[in-house]
Each structure stands twice: as structure tokens, then as C-alpha cells.
């Protein structure tokens, strides 16, 4: 068994340890230290980072409580070797670790609901419970949270006895054999956990629970703690600052006006596409009346113009016609209507690789030609 630091002193940044074995293995090299103070990875959080003796440490495993490092490069057997943790890395998953029970511990103790899920990411810390929650459920626990913060209560960690813990009420997300590391946050929770966490709420700093989805039957939140969480704050701060500025209002009516904005674009893309449809169906009546094959371009791609062109179309040109819509770069959307149409089509696809399909009245489809090749298409056609 390796002695682990972290459970001592959560603290501990540098150690010193005897290299006890080191082989090869698909990761580089595995490392065993007769103690060590990198966290390894589990319960929902990354292995801590940082350096044996310079060496980078890629990963740390805890296998058969024995804690196993995997670097690029060897260490010598029975050598002493210097371990140098991240500690940034490090104190900021302890306060996101230390966040999440106080949550967890509000959560459970108000609505009975349990974490049966937590993920310290890259970006964010997750969250799962088996109950949902509503949004003004989560700004009070969020409140309550930060006073618990602000209070600066203890955090204590220890093994209790089997007597003691046998007495002992505490969550817990899975059985668990041997001795039972409980974290203890005076009046807020107990919780079941191997992973280091600060020893006074107040070095979280501050808490904040962003977005939250439904998630099997429960509820999934977001969360930040500590730096991150100011970060997070800033940056939508900015934000806020930038689009008020943009549309010349204070902060706190930039989401009054953006609605007003909303409203105001809904209106005029409904002008704009009933424009749109004018123009189309104008362009297709200045087609002058004949026989021949006939194709007329759209600058408007939105599918009711094209039709309804196309049925204007269809009307003043007896031969076969259609009304196409895009750009040489991207192909173009056709329409084509009257009896010609199908057979118009089937020419379209022998010719041109053009796809679609339709009936006797209508057919629509696409087609990867340039302008130029469709119009030469339609001049040249015999039929």
C-alpha cells in the first residue's frame, strides 16, 4: 500500500519518496513510490498533475490501493525522487470538490435528493441528481451555499472507526469495503470521499450554479467555484457590458431591449420574405410568354418563392421551364412545373448529374453545375 500524502495534508505541493519499482508499459513507464501526495484519478476527478524529479506525470491510477505513476521516462529503483504537484490545479479541484458537498449536502438535507453523479471537467463541474430542481430552488441553495462559504466553517477529514462509523450517518454513492474516509463540513454535511479538499470553506471563495438541463429523470447543474467562478462572472460581465453598449442601453435593460430587438427582426424577416415572395412572382410575370425552354434565377432561396415562381412560370412558358435558386460555389435549388417538368428532370440528371424527384404536375431538386452550364443546358435543349 502507498502512503498517501494527500489524505495527511492536502496541502503537501512537494515530497520526497523511494522509487519501490518502474516498468515499462503502454503509457511509458509505470512508477510505484513508497508514498506520494498525487491524487490519482476517481470519484469524478482527474489525477492531480505535476513532476517526478523534472519528469512530467501523465497519469496517476490508484490499483489495489497501490497509487501507480505513469511518465515518458524511467526512474531508478531505490532511487529518492522529488514530486512536485501542480498546486494551482490542485487547490482549484479541491475548492470545486469541497463546493460540490456543500451543494450536495444542501440538496440531500432540503429535498432529499441524492448526487448520484459529479464530474470535475476541463470547463466547468457537473452535478447529477435523482430529483429535479427549479430554478428558484437552485438560487436558494446557491445562497445558502455562499453562506456557508462566507461563514468559514471547517472542513475535517479522518477514518472513523467501524464502531464509530456504524453510528455514523453520511451519504455515500457506493458500498464500500475497508476503512472510510469521511469529510465532514460542520452543519452542512458528511459526506464519503477519498479526495483532498480545503480546510475551511472560506478558501472556496465564492459558488456559483449556472445552467442546468433535465438528466435521467433528474437534473444535471453546472457549476463554478473559486477563480473559475470569478473568471466565469467576468467574462459575462463583459458580455452584458458589450451588447448593452451595441444597442446604447444600461446593463441592467440589455435583456429588455434584446427582446425588443427580437420582436423587431421577427417582424421585418416576415416583411422581408413577403417581399421576397413579390419580387419572385413579379420577376417570373416579366418573363415574356413562349414556347421554348425557359430558366429563370432567384437570388432569394426561400422555398416558397421558388415554388411560386415556378407556378407563374409554368403559366406563361408552354415548354419545359424551371426556376433555380444558390450559386455556382454552393449548386442550386430548382422547382419546375407543368407537364414538361418530369421530363425536364430526367434530361437534368442525364446531363447535368442534376438529383430530385417529383411527380406529373411538380418535381424539385439540386444541382452542382455553374449558371452558365444551366442556361447553355436550357438553350440547347431539343425537345
Keep these: 500500500m502507498t502512503r498517501r500524502l494527500y489524505d495527511e495534508d492536502a496541502y503537501c505541493s512537494v515530497f520526497k519518496a523511494t522509487v519501490l519499482s518502474c516498468h515499462p508499459c503502454d503509457k511509458g513507464y509505470e512508477v510505484v513510490l513508497d508514498q506520494s501526495a498525487f491524487f490519482p484519478e476517481g470519484g469524478g476527478q482527474p489525477s492531480d498533475p505535476g513532476t517526478l524529479n523534472g519528469i512530467p506525470v501523465n497519469d496517476v491510477q490508484m490499483v489495489d490501493n497501490v497509487i ?196 423587431h427582426c421577427e417582424e421585418l424577416e416576415r416583411e422581408l420574405k413577403q417581399t421576397q415572395l413579390q419580387l419572385a412572382v413579379a420577376l417570373a410575370e416579366h418573363v415574356p410568354s413562349t414556347d421554348s425552354p425557359t430558366c429563370l434565377f432567384l437570388d432569394c432561396r426561400a422555398p416558397e418563392a421558388v415554388r411560386k415562381a415556378a407556378a407563374t412560370l409554368s403559366v406563361r412558358c408552354q415548354g419545359p421551364c424551371a426556376v433555380f435558386a444558390g450559386t455556382d460555389a454552393e449548386g442550386y435549388r430548382f422547382v419546375s412545373m407543368g407537364e414538361a417538368s418530369m421530363l425536364l428532370l430526367e434530361r437534368m440528371k442525364a446531363e447535368l448529374s442534376a438529383r430530385g424527384g417529383g411527380n406529373a404536375e411538380a418535381v424539385q431538386g439540386s444541382v452542382m453545375a455553374a449558371r452558365s452550364q444551366i442556361e447553355a443546358f436550357f438553350r440547347n435543349m431539343l425537345m
Design 68 to 263: 501507480h505513476h505513469y511518465l515518458s521516462q524511467p526512474l531508478p529503483v531505490d532511487s529518492i525522487v522529488t514530486g512536485a504537484l501542480d498546486f494551482d490545479v490542485r487547490f482549484s479541484r479541491m475548492q470545486k470538490h469541497t463546493g460540490e458537498h456543500i451543494v450536495s449536502g444542501l440538496v440531500f438535507q432540503q429535498y432529499g435528493y441524492v448526487n448520484c453523479g459529479f464530474h470535475l471537467g476541463s470547463e466547468d463541474v457537473t452535478l447529477d441528481f435523482d430529483g429535479e430542481l427549479t430554478r428558484e430552488q437552485l438560487d436558494e441553495i446557491e445562497t445558502k451555499a455562499n453562506r456557508i462559504i462566507w461563514a468559514n466553517v471547517d472542513v475535517t477529514a479522518g477514518y472513523p472507526s467501524p464502531e464509530e462509523l456504524a453510528t455514523l450517518s453520511y451519504r455515500s454513492k457506493l458500498p464500500i469495503d475497508g476503512p472510510v474516509r469521511i469529510v465532514t463540513i460542520d452543519g452542512c454535511d458528511v459526506c464519503a470521499c477519498c479526495a483532498p479538499h480545503v480546510a475551511k470553506t472560506g478558501e472556496i471563495g465564492a459558488l456559483k450554479l449556472l445552467d442546468t438541463i433535465r438528466y435521467k429523470g433528474g437534473v444535471r447543474i453546472h457549476m463554478q467555484c473559486g477563480e473559475d467562478a470569478l473568471l466565469d462572472y467576468r467574462d459575462r460581465y463583459r458580455q452584458t457590458a458589450a451588447i448593452a453598449s451595441m444597442l446604447s442601453v444600461k446593463q441592467r435593460d440589455a435583456l429588455s431591449a434584446v427582446k425588443r430587438l427580437s420582436v
